[in-house]
Protein backbone atom coordinates (compact mmCIF):
# COMPACT_ATOMS: atom_id res chain seq x y z
CA UNK A 1 0.00 0.00 0.00
CA UNK A 2 1.42 3.51 -1.23
CA UNK A 3 2.29 5.71 1.89
CA UNK A 4 3.90 8.27 0.39
CA UNK A 5 3.67 9.77 -3.09
CA UNK A 6 5.63 13.33 -2.74
CA UNK A 7 6.80 13.77 -6.33
CA UNK A 8 4.46 11.09 -7.63
CA UNK A 9 1.13 12.77 -7.35
CA UNK A 10 -0.04 11.61 -10.92
CA UNK A 11 1.23 7.98 -10.98
CA UNK A 12 1.01 6.88 -6.50
CA UNK A 13 -2.06 7.51 -4.58
CA UNK A 14 -1.70 7.35 -0.88
CA UNK A 15 -3.75 4.51 0.73
CA UNK A 16 -3.76 2.81 -2.74
CA UNK A 17 -2.52 -1.26 -2.84
CA UNK A 18 -0.32 -1.32 -5.67
CA UNK A 19 0.67 -5.06 -7.49
CA UNK A 20 4.69 -5.66 -6.62
CA UNK A 21 6.47 -7.12 -9.52
CA UNK A 22 9.31 -9.29 -9.50
CA UNK A 23 13.07 -6.68 -9.12
CA UNK A 24 15.33 -6.73 -12.68
CA UNK A 25 18.81 -7.70 -11.68
CA UNK A 26 19.81 -4.15 -11.84
CA UNK A 27 17.07 -2.95 -8.94
CA UNK A 28 18.56 -1.35 -5.74
CA UNK A 29 17.75 -3.41 -2.58
CA UNK A 30 16.00 -0.31 -1.48
CA UNK A 31 13.82 0.00 -4.33
CA UNK A 32 10.44 -1.52 -5.31
CA UNK A 33 8.77 -2.56 -8.66
CA UNK A 34 4.98 -1.42 -9.02
CA UNK A 35 2.21 -0.92 -11.72
CA UNK A 36 1.50 2.88 -10.95
CA UNK A 37 -1.16 4.42 -12.39
CA UNK A 38 0.08 4.77 -15.58
CA UNK A 39 0.01 0.93 -15.95
CA UNK A 40 3.38 0.56 -16.31
CA UNK A 41 5.93 -0.97 -13.99
CA UNK A 42 8.51 1.60 -12.48
CA UNK A 43 11.12 1.82 -9.20
CA UNK A 44 10.31 3.33 -6.57
CA UNK A 45 11.54 3.32 -3.01
CA UNK A 46 10.42 1.61 -0.57
CA UNK A 47 10.03 4.03 1.91
CA UNK A 48 6.70 4.74 -0.18
CA UNK A 49 4.82 1.60 0.61
CA UNK A 50 3.91 -1.01 3.30
CA UNK A 51 3.34 -4.57 2.62
CA UNK A 52 -0.12 -5.71 3.11
CA UNK A 53 -1.44 -9.38 3.38
CA UNK A 54 -4.73 -9.42 1.56
CA UNK A 55 -7.45 -12.51 1.70
CA UNK A 56 -7.59 -14.31 -1.53
CA UNK A 57 -10.87 -12.73 -2.60
CA UNK A 58 -8.94 -9.15 -2.23
CA UNK A 59 -5.76 -10.06 -3.61
CA UNK A 60 -7.85 -10.99 -7.02
CA UNK A 61 -9.91 -7.71 -7.03
CA UNK A 62 -6.06 -5.88 -7.03
CA UNK A 63 -5.32 -8.46 -9.79
CA UNK A 64 -7.91 -7.89 -11.74
CA UNK A 65 -7.75 -3.98 -11.66
CA UNK A 66 -4.58 -4.24 -12.88
CA UNK A 67 -4.72 -6.41 -15.64
Known amino acids: MCIENRGYEGSLYVGKV ?3 IRPEPHDGPSDVRVIDEEGE ?3 YSTGQFVPVALPPAAKRAVLNSVA
Open 18 to 20: YQV
Open 41 to 43: DYL
